[in-house]
């Protein structure tokens, strides 16, 4: 459709995914895109996001359809500002067969200027970007050479133009070991991709996984969503963005979190791009209504966690009591810090769900001088009674 590509979304989140070194710019609403500038189908309604190296055209309600534009291919581009109708912008492009094509982008309220000036703005980068890149390819001069000739040293005016050929040489050794860091941490993003892609199977380890799953939260989000390059979106993409960093992190953390643990993760992963309780708050309650596989809920105590489905207050304290009713070499009774271990979540979540299982008369426990331990309550049932003979 319009001879453009199709972008690749989160298949568990719906979130764009970003290409490497790619960052979120700018997002207009219900746009249209057609091939004429005076009729266009009000079928083709989409969301537009503008990133630092395309401009994505979103079908949120059939994200297949959805159409991406590389800035690289866009030839020109011109904005009209209509007082009594649609405004619109008209691109014309580069196709992949090498012809130009001519896009048409319909809007009515006041966004499309403002993608126009953002569009503008990030066109201009590429170009210094691409001119910088070409530049530094240069073979630099040859340094000036202090040559001492009878025991007198260079002029003052040569030892001041080689002063200033070291400092100059310095600020290029930074950006180039800036530059090495920027291809370092592509790497280890393409490296998470393929290692993303192999994690189901069976050449990867358990343990190959596991340190996968870490080397990814430790290299954070590279593309954080804002305010600004969400726009009305920014709560949606926030809620989508917590949930891919946090699937992962719950998958090997017992299923749960407490949601302090999490703001706490989730913000470490954002850098400086930090965001607020209320925001979290804010996204968290989208879950559902977005198909996202987490929830947030609030134990009777007023812990507030964030779960995976599958790993709700009942689900962990069925799991609990499993664990409760198996037997060790001396018998029965854990502690805080077993259930803990067992179910690999913290203390504070073990405390939680064995003081839940104690209210509903589920165990009970023996406080002990150094410690207290917690047991199934044998006389509940039968087949709990039969444990103790078994």
Same mark, same amino acid.
């Given at each position: ?179 090495? %860091? ?7 993003? @393409? &490296?998470?991709?393929? !290692? #993303? *892609?192999?994690?189901? +199977? ?21 593309? %954080? ?7 009305? @979106? &920014?709560?949606?993409? !926030? #809620? *989508?963005?917590?949930? +891919? ?146």
């Amino acid at each position: 459709m319009f001879g453009l590509s199709v972008p690749r979304f989160d298949p568990k989140t719906q979130a764009l995914e970003l290409e490497e070194n790619e960052r979120r710019v700018f997002t207009v609403d219900s746009v249209y895109i057609s091939e004429d500038k005076k009729s266009y189908d009000k079928a083709n309604n989409f969301k537009v996001i503008l990133t630092s190296s395309r401009v994505v055209f979103v079908r949120e309600d059939e994200l297949n359809r959805s159409l991406s534009l590389y800035i690289d291919m866009i030839i020109d581009y011109l904005f009209k500002q209509k007082a009594f109708s649609k405004s619109y912008i008209q691109v014309t492009h580069t196709l992949v067969s090498g012809s130009n094509a001519t896009l048409f982008i319909h809007q009515k309220s006041k966004g499309l200027n403002e993608l126009s000036e953002k569009l503008k703005e990030e066109k201009l980068r590429r170009a210094k970007a691409l001119a910088a890149s070409q530049a530094s390819t240069t073979i630099p001069d040859e340094p000036t050479k202090f040559e001492f000739k009878g025991g007198k040293s260079l002029s003052a005016q040569q030892a001041e133009d080689h002063l200033k050929s070291v400092v100059a040489g310095s600020f290029d050794d930074i950006d180039s070991l800036m530059q090495g %860091a920027r291809e370092l941490l592509g790497l280890a993003q @393409d &490296y998470t991709r393929v !290692l #993303s *892609r192999n994690l189901d +199977t069976s050449q990867i380890s358990q343990s190959e996984k596991e340190d996968y799953l870490v080397f990814a939260n430790e290299l954070g989000i590279d593309s %954080a969503v804002t305010r600004e390059s969400a726009g009305t @979106d &920014y709560e949606k993409e !926030l #809620s *989508r963005e917590f949930a +891919t960093l946090m699937f992962p992190i719950l998958e090997r953390s017992g299923g749960t979190m407490t949601l302090v643990d999490a703001y706490a993760t989730y913000n470490r992963a954002r850098g400086i791009n930090l965001i607020s309780p209320d925001d979290l708050i804010k996204c968290t309650k989208l879950f559902p209504s977005l198909n996202i596989s987490l929830r947030v809920s609030s134990l009777k105590s007023g812990v507030s966690v964030v779960h995976l489905l599958s790993h709700g207050e009942e689900q962990m304290k069925e799991k609990t009591l499993a664990y409760l009713r198996t037997k060790k070499e001396t018998g029965f009774g854990y502690s805080i810090l077993d259930v803990a271990a067992h179910l690999n979540i913290s203390s504070v979540l073990a405390k939680q769900y064995l003081l839940s299982c104690e209210e509903n008369n589920l165990i009970c426990r023996d406080e002990v001088s150094d410690t207290t331990l917690f047991y199934p309550n044998f006389f509940l049932n039968k087949a709990d009674l039969a444990l103790l003979t078994s």
